[in-house]
T-cell receptor
Framework: AQSVAQPEDQVNVAEGNPLTVKCTYS??????LFWYVQYPNRGLQFLLK??????LVKGSYGFEAEFNKSQTSFHLKKPSALVSDSALYFC?????????????FGTGTSLTVIP | DAGVIQSPRHEVTEMGQEVTLRCKPI?????LFWYRQTMMRGLELLIY????????DSGMPEDRFSAKMPNASFSTLKIQPSEPRDSAVYFC??????????????FGEGSRLTVL
């Protein structure tokens, strides 16, 4: 069965420090992996995706994520956090073996960047 | 492009009333999804369409919920009769599927429903 786990409900980091938001996944085939960000009272916004190729993917607002097949992980990272990065972050996966178009979302991680 | 457009942004209604939420997907997108977000259950997929045809409605909670997509540019999610436990934010999202199945979702701003 396909699933996504975000083990941390809340992550706090000081402004200027590096941040990591964790995500692990389970799929039958090859994974298509996505990160989304949600600001208060807004919809989810696409940040980045991994489909194939280079394991390090760069996305919007200076975020990047590293695909690790052996650990089935796709952690979101940023070298230097900004207060404006404070938001809710969702990891999602699609299974390439699934002929449908079902996206599986994690439960979200609330990131707070402390000034 | 204007993005995915949802209306209304906020709806307050009384238990038993009919609620209709509307969505206009991004032009050219062939998939449309309806999600519900609550604190307790997070983000739940209710139903999705491909080329206006419902593909998977297993997430629709009860017969009180129904969704339609009469054409490529419009979809509705209807709740009749509404109940307080239906209070949530309802999101519509659309995507375009390429040959490699890589289309990411584009979300609307959501419709916040409060049923009293």
């Amino acid at each position: 069965a396909q699933s996504v786990a975000q083990p941390e409900d809340q992550v706090n980091v000081a402004e200027g420090n590096p941040l990591t938001v964790k995500c692990t996944y389970s799929v039958s085939g090859n994974p298509y992996l996505f990160w989304y960000v949600q600001y208060p009272n807004r919809g989810l916004q696409f940040l980045l995706k991994y489909i194939t190729g280079d394991n390090l993917v760069k996305g919007s607002y200076g975020f990047e994520a590293e695909f690790n097949k052996s650990q089935t992980s796709f952690h979101l990272k940023k070298p230097s956090a900004l207060v404006s990065d404070s938001a809710l972050y969702f990891c999602a996966v699609r299974d390439s073996a699934n002929t449908g178009n079902q996206f599986y979302f994690g439960t979200g991680t609330s990131l707070t960047v402390i000034p | 492009d204007a993005g995915v457009i949802q209306s209304p942004r906020h709806e307050v209604t009384e238990m038993g009333q009919e609620v209709t939420l509307r969505c206009k997907p991004i032009s050219g997108h062939d998939y449309l999804f309806w999600y519900r977000q609550t604190m307790m259950r997070g983000l739940e997929l209710l139903i999705y369409f491909n080329n206006n045809v419902p593909i998977d409605d297993s997430g629709m909670p009860e017969d009180r919920f129904s969704a339609k997509m009469p054409n490529a540019s419009f979809s509705t999610l209807k709740i009749q009769p509404s109940e307080p436990r239906d209070s949530a934010v309802y999101f519509c999202a659309s995507s375009h599927r390429t040959g490699k199945n890589t289309g990411e979702l584009f979300f609307g701003e959501g419709s916040r429903l409060t049923v009293l």
